[in-house]
DNA sequence: CGCTAACGTTAGCGCGAACTGACACTCGAA
DNA sequence: TTCGAGTGTCAGTTCGCGCTAACGTTAGCG
C-alpha cells in the first residue's frame, strides 16, 4: 500500500498539520507560552500577566495553539485554563527524526564517495541514487 | 553556574538561533527543500527545477536556510551543491524534547491531582507548584 | 434584573516576508 | 578575450500576520 491516492492523501493531510504546527511555532511569544503552560496549567490572564502586551494579542495567540492542537482549553467558572497537549509535537517529531536520519545518511555516503574517488583516482562515483 | 547573566546570555543566544531554526522552517517550501537536499547532494537549479516557483525565490530560501545552518554549500566549477546539515537541526530536537517531558509532565500531575480530589473530597490540591 | 470579572472576537493598521523581473557575477571553453 | 551556462542579488509589489482598541459574550453575585 504505497503510492496510491489514498495515500497521497495521507501524506497531504500530514504535511497541512505540520504547516500549522511550524507556524504556530514559529512565533517567539507562542513559544514561550507552550513553555509556561507546559509546566503548569493556566488561566488566560494569568498567561497575559507574564507577558508585556495586551490580552487580547495573547488571546489570539492561545487560539493559534489550540487550532494546531498543542494546547487544550478546560472552563472553570468564568476562567479558561491552558495545558500543553504533547500529542500535537508528534508530527513535528516524526518530521524531525526523519530529517536527521536523512541529513546523516547522505553525510556518510558523500564521505564514502569522496573516500572511492581518492582510491579510484577520479571515476564515475556520483551514479548513487 | 546557574542563573549568572552569562547563563541568561546564552540562553538569549540558543532562542535566537531556535527562532531562526524555527522561521526557516516554518515555510512549506523550505522544508521540502530540506528534504530533498538530505536525501541527496543537489545542485541549486536542481532545486530550482523541482518546484513551480522562479530560481530566484529558490536561491532565496536556500539563503535562509543557509543562514539557519540547516544547510551547507560547496562549490563544483559554476554550479553550487547543497546538503542537508543535520547538526542544524540540534537546537529544535532540545526544544521538542523539553516541550515533550514537561508536557507529560504536567499532564500526569493533573491525573493525580484529579484523583486525589475524587479520594479526599474537595479538598484543597491545587497549591502543587 | 443590574453589575462586574474574565475572556473571546472584530476591524484596522503597520511591518515583515515571499515572490517576480531585471541586472551583475563567476566559471570554463573556444 | 568573448561567449554562454549557472547563480546570486537588488528593487518593487503583494500578502499574510501580529498588534491595539473597541465591542460582544458568558458566569457568578446581590
Given at each position: 500500500?504505497?503510492?496510491?491516492?489514498?495515500?497521497?492523501?495521507?501524506?497531504?493531510?500530514?504535511?497541512?498539520?505540520?504547516?500549522?504546527?511550524?507556524?504556530?511555532?514559529?512565533e517567539?511569544?507562542?513559544?514561550?507560552?507552550?513553555?509556561?503552560?507546559?509546566?503548569?496549567?493556566?488561566?488566560?490572564?494569568?498567561?497575559?500577566?507574564?507577558?508585556?502586551?495586551?490580552?487580547?494579542?495573547?488571546?489570539?495567540?492561545?487560539?493559534v495553539?489550540?487550532?494546531?492542537?498543542?494546547?487544550?482549553?478546560?472552563?472553570?467558572?468564568?476562567?479558561?485554563?491552558?495545558?500543553?497537549?504533547?500529542?500535537?509535537?508528534?508530527?513535528?517529531?516524526?518530521?524531525?527524526?526523519?530529517?536527521?536520519t536523512?541529513?546523516?545518511?547522505?553525510?556518510?555516503?558523500?564521505?564514502?564517495a569522496?573516500?572511492a574517488?581518492?582510491?579510484?583516482?577520479?571515476?564515475?562515483?556520483?551514479?548513487?541514487?
Open positions: 500500500m504505497n503510492g496510491v491516492p489514498a495515500d497521497q492523501d495521507e501524506r497531504a493531510r500530514d504535511e497541512q498539520a505540520l504547516d500549522e504546527t511550524m507556524r504556530a511555532l514559529a517567539p511569544r507562542r513559544r514561550a507560552i507552550l513553555r509556561l503552560v507546559a509546566h503548569e496549567e493556566l488561566a488566560a490572564g494569568e498567561i497575559a500577566a507574564a507577558f508585556e502586551v495586551s490580552r487580547t494579542a495573547v488571546s489570539q495567540h492561545l487560539t495553539l489550540k487550532g494546531a492542537g498543542l494546547l487544550v482549553e478546560r472552563r472553570e467558572g468564568t476562567r479558561r485554563l491552558y495545558r500543553a497537549r504533547p500529542e500535537g509535537l508528534a508530527g513535528l517529531r516524526d518530521f524531525l527524526d526523519e530529517a536527521w536523512a541529513s546523516l545518511d547522505v553525510a556518510r555516503r558523500l564521505v564514502e569522496d573516500r574517488q581518492l582510491v579510484g583516482g577520479g571515476q564515475e562515483v556520483r551514479d548513487a541514487g
